[in-house]
């Protein structure tokens, strides 16, 4: 049975990350430096290098992969609650490369950010904390 709360959107920033960052580290960073706990994230632009992952449902645990090359983010999208008591940004990215092949998956530490704008909503409600579920291995969301 779906589990979820009906949400209203407090406040939204909008801005850029640095050339250069670690694209998911400075995402966090964001969130942490505003007290930002609950929200969902969208951003467009190009990162100089990839690194996401793959979470092997049979084994439960991920693998990830290394994309060097010029890509854009086609776009990214992910979601900020509570992991071990602090802001975790979990966002899945698809990017794209010049001659349009795409690529995807969860995104990790490792992805560098030649330019990339973000629109983050942060929501009004209590905090959606992870917790370990045992069916699918992953730290998901008590609700
Ligand atoms: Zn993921």
Same mark, same amino acid.
């Given at each position: 049975?779906?589990?979820?709360?009906?949400?209203?959107?407090?406040?939204?920033?909008?801005?850029?990350?640095?050339?250069?960052? !670690?694209?998911?580290? /400075?995402? +966090?960073?964001?969130?942490?430096?505003?007290? #930002? %706990?609950? @929200?969902?994230?969208?951003?467009?632009?190009?990162?100089?290098?990839?690194?996401?992952?793959?979470?092997?449902?049979?084994?439960?645990?991920?693998?990830?992969?290394?994309? !060097?090359?010029?890509? /854009?983010? +086609?776009?990214?999208?992910?979601?900020?609650? #509570? %992991?071990? @008591?602090?802001?975790?940004?979990?966002?899945?990215?698809?990017?794209?490369?010049?001659?349009?092949?795409?690529?995807?998956?969860?995104?990790?530490?490792?992805?560098?950010?030649?330019?990339?704008?973000?629109?983050?909503?942060?929501?009004?409600?209590?905090?959606?904390?992870?917790?370990?579920?045992?069916?699918?291995?992953?730290?998901?969301?008590?609700?």
């Amino acid at each position: 049975m779906a589990a979820y709360k009906n949400l209203k959107i407090k406040s939204t920033i909008m801005g850029k990350l640095s050339h250069g960052a !670690d694209l998911l580290d /400075e995402l +966090t960073t964001v969130c942490k430096d505003n007290n #930002i %706990r609950l @929200g969902r994230v969208w951003a467009i632009g190009a990162v100089q290098k990839a690194r996401l992952g793959y979470y092997h449902q049979d084994t439960k645990k991920y693998s990830y992969f290394e994309i !060097d090359k010029h890509l /854009e983010i +086609t776009p990214l999208v992910g979601n900020i609650s #509570i %992991r071990d @008591g602090e802001p975790m940004v979990h966002a899945h990215v698809t990017l794209s490369a010049d001659d349009g092949t795409t690529y995807g998956g969860h995104l990790a530490p490792g992805t560098i950010v030649f330019a990339c704008e973000f629109v983050l909503d942060i929501l009004d409600g209590a905090e959606y904390i992870r917790t370990h579920d045992e069916t699918t291995g992953l730290q998901l969301w008590e609700i």
